[in-house]
């Protein structure tokens, strides 16, 4: 547990020295305060941890897996990074501004139509500006297009087969795409008995799971689960 | 014997309904001890979100927040 743990540990004392630390209990106290402001901020899920500037924008959150000061060391100097790129994106850098908005695509702070408005306004994008903006804008279609089907298995199915030909197509999405992109197209050819397809959204899902995971063992255990499908798939077996 | 055994059991019983009937702990009575966290001990935590950003605004450094629930 993150109090019990890291929060709690000499090394968070020395790293919380950099920064003014804000810790927010939301209930339904009378005397609570702020009701409700975690989602006023931008935070979702609780508990949850972010950096945020003095006026209270959220410049990076730190995600839910499990925390260390290690962790917490890293996405401050991710968010200081970020407000770097910032400052001289708005003194008119224009590798800075392609920087911030790949960044802030990685971190999922931007929804796809500002972040498709903010591409325009870049100036000059490098190839590898390019090719990065255009797999993180694909990674931010692909979830709204499973989000679409979340309940309908025909439309999964479907949409695993679109994915399929568009990898075949070369058009590929980022290394962290939602793990539903490799789900559905397994689903997909589950559905079909294709063995070969089936491999390489499993082959996905584990470069996925390699970064995400960080040796969990629901990592583990969901491509054991997924092996087992394929072994069925391999010998005729539903 | 027997009758040992049962008394054994109704007290048993008694108990488990006793401490099934204790009222659960209010939210403020929650965030009273979320408050008192040992946690927060560690280094200096602010609680309202105003003053954490008066102080980073003074002292020009960033805010770390931590986001909880009492039941957490």
């Known amino acids: 547990m993150t109090e019990a743990g890291p929060l709690s540990t000499p090394e968070f004392a020395t790293f919380a020295a950099d920064f003014v630390l804000f810790c927010h209990p939301e209930s339904k106290a009378t005397q609570a305060k702020d009701v409700g402001l975690a989602k006023r901020l931008g935070v979702t899920g609780l508990p949850d941890i972010a950096v945020f500037t003095a006026d209270g924008t959220l410049i990076v959150k730190v995600p839910p897996s499990v925390h260390s000061v290690a962790q917490f060391t890293r996405y401050a100097a991710r968010a200081r990074q970020l407000l770097a790129w910032r400052v001289a994106a708005n003194e008119g850098d224009a590798r800075a501004a392609a920087a911030l908005l790949i960044a802030q695509l990685e971190e999922r702070q931007l929804d796809r139509s500002s972040a498709e408005s903010r591409r325009k306004q870049l100036k000059n994008e490098l190839e590898p500006e390019r090719k990065r903006i255009d797999a993180l804008l694909l990674d931010l279609r692909i979830g709204e297009q499973i989000r679409a089907v979340h309940r309908d298995l025909n439309g999964r199915r479907a949409l695993g087969g679109k994915f399929l030909r568009m990898l075949a197509a070369d058009q590929l999405p980022s290394p962290a795409v939602s793990r539903g992109f490799w789900f559905v197209i397994m689903e997909h050819c589950e559905a079909k008995a294709d063995v070969d397809g089936f491999v390489i959204g499993l082959n996905g899902l584990r470069r996925n799971v390699a970064l995400t995971a960080n040796g969990a063992p629901w990592g583990a255990k969901l491509i054991a689960d997924y092996e087992q499908k394929l072994a069925q798939l391999q010998t005729g077996k539903k | ?72």
């Not at chain 2, 979320?34 to 002292?59: C, G, M, V």
């Open chain 2, 1 to 72: 014997m027997r009758f040992a055994s049962a008394r054994l059991v109704l007290l048993t019983s008694f108990v488990s309904l006793l401490s099934a009937q204790q009222p659960r702990p209010s939210q403020d009575e929650l965030l009273e001890q979320k408050l008192q966290s040992p946690f927060l001990k560690n280094a200096a935590w602010h609680t309202d979100w105003q003053l954490a950003r008066r102080e980073a605004t003074a002292s020009k450094k960033l805010i770390f927040g931590y986001f909880t629930t009492v039941n957490y």
